[in-house]
């Protein structure tokens, strides 16, 4: 009987994830050419540096010199769109959107797998990951070349891991492999990793196990240094993040608040910024637009998504079996907004980042709300947010069709 119940759970993940994938492409074959061309593209994506991360997933002669911050992603991501691109010939684009589409099935299984280690039935599962699919930060981050997709995952298998805790031990091994995976793609990232650590192990010991995360990640940048042109030891910090500290440019506090706690579910109406002189498409932002500006679709999907929330973080604080498990995603989310309160211009940018943890937390509505109206408002939640997402998605992409 246990192994038929696996047997649905997986083909129930492996339906959602052709249901994402079938979507991703749809929005993906709409954006122009134009986006992803060095001299164009750079900042037109929500502030995304999309042509040089292309570049990196499929060039070792690219300039990889983000790796400062990104420590190990450019030899984990370009052998992975190489061999991809091996077995499944194809342009720059579509190796490297393939690779994308495997990360995206992934983050589905195991966003899946979440739910289920959270205490959710089959059907409030399935209904919360179809919430998660329909959200902003998935659509505009799953659909495009960037690093954000693989360093959504990585925060999604600390939370695992995380989860996994609460129902039996977990070794150290499997808490180092967490770690590593959190620092690998984003170093602020790291904090999950750290957070994972602390909270299962006594400080010493976790202490322990966080050296020997950094020192295999540190390890493997001296071969991307010899393999990749410009790669960086991160280890080294980079002064020029202090550029995106406290732009004015971002707004106020509660502007950035609005960018990490309700566009990364619901987008609101997108602006296009004047191109600059060396770029022909205009830059697409959502950072001083007013939350459920893009109609009023997408102002209920907000509302379902707002009740979801304070219903999960409620249901959360009175769990206390679940105590680690919230340690864990309330360090992690903690530092998360503190850092992008002063850090980066366009919050929306790191909406994949925050997807996974607010979206945890609106999983323990079913602790709260009665019977199935969690799972039935996640479903309603997820049909209005993919519909609107999407129609701003098109629109988006006409801004940038226009202009070019």
Not at 118 to 146: K, N, Q, T
């Amino acid at each position: 009987m246990k192994e038929r119940g696996i047997a649905w759970d997986v083909l129930l993940a492996a339906l959602l994830s052709v249901l994402a994938l079938a979507l991703l492409a749809t929005l993906t074959r709409q954006l122009p050419a134009a986006l992803f061309a060095r001299a164009q593209g750079f900042d037109a994506w929500f502030q995304a540096d999309m042509p040089r991360v292309l570049a990196n997933m499929v060039d070792a002669g690219s300039n990889h010199y983000r790796t400062k911050v990104h420590p190990i992603a450019s030899i984990l991501i370009h052998p992975a769109v190489s061999g991809l691109r091996l077995l499944w010939p194809g342009s720059d684009l579509q190796a490297a959107m393939r690779f994308i589409g495997a990360v995206a099935v992934l983050w589905v299984f195991g966003f899946y797998a979440l739910c289920r280690l959270l205490g959710c039935g089959r059907f409030a599962a399935a209904c919360f990951s179809l919430m998660a699919i329909g959200s902003a930060g998935f659509l505009f981050w799953f659909s495009v070349p960037e690093t954000y997709a693989p360093g959504s995952l990585t925060l999604l298998w600390v939370l695992l891991v995380a989860a996994l805790a609460a129902h039996r031990p977990v070794s150290d091994r499997l808490i180092v492999g967490a770690s590593i995976a959190s620092l690998a793609i984003t170093i602020t990232n790291w904090v999950a990793g750290l957070a994972l650590a602390v909270v299962q192990r006594p400080w010493r010991r976790a202490l322990g196990l966080s050296a020997i995360a950094f020192a295999v990640v540190a390890a493997l940048t001296v071969p991307q240094r010899l393999l990749y042109s410009y790669a960086k030891f991160f280890f080294l910090g980079s002064r020029e993040e202090l550029d995106y500290m406290n732009l004015k440019e971002s707004g106020t506090w509660l502007d950035k608040l609005a960018g990490m706690f309700w566009s990364t579910f619901s987008l609101p109406e997108v602006l296009a910024l004047p191109a600059d002189q060396l770029q022909q498409l205009p830059q697409l932002t959502v950072q001083l637009s007013s939350p459920g500006s893009g109609g009023w679709i997408g102002m209920a999907a907000l509302g379902l998504w707002t009740l979801l929330l304070l219903a999960g973080a409620w249901g959360l604080a009175r769990s206390p079996e679940w105590r680690r498990f919230a340690a864990v995603l309330g360090l992690t989310l903690a530092a998360q907004v503190l850092l992008h309160l002063v850090y980066g211009e366009e919050t929306f940018l790191y909406a994949a980042h925050f997807l996974p943890l607010l979206m945890a937390v609106a999983v323990f509505s079913i602790r709260v709300l009665p019977g199935g109206l969690a799972a039935s408002m996640a479903l309603l939640a997820a049909a209005l947010a993919a519909f609107h997402n999407t129609a701003v998605y098109e629109a988006a992409v006409r801004l940038l069709q226009q202009a070019h």
